[in-house]
């Protein structure tokens, strides 16, 4: 991918980037792990974005 990229096509990786992680600690311990795992989880070599 380019190093220069379009300031929109970085926000949207960015946002890509920061919803790609776990539940937090104190989620996981309010929902008595009930929550675990995020749906929205995504690898990079697995899934590609369509930004």
Not at 7 to 14: A, F, Y
């Amino acid at each position: 991918m380019a190093a220069r990229k379009p300031s929109g096509k970085k926000k949207r990786l960015l946002a890509a980037l920061k919803s790609n992680r776990r539940p937090p600690m104190w989620v996981i311990l309010r929902t008595n792990r009930r929550v675990v795992t995020n749906p929205a989880r995504r690898n990079w070599r697995r899934k590609r974005l369509k930004l």
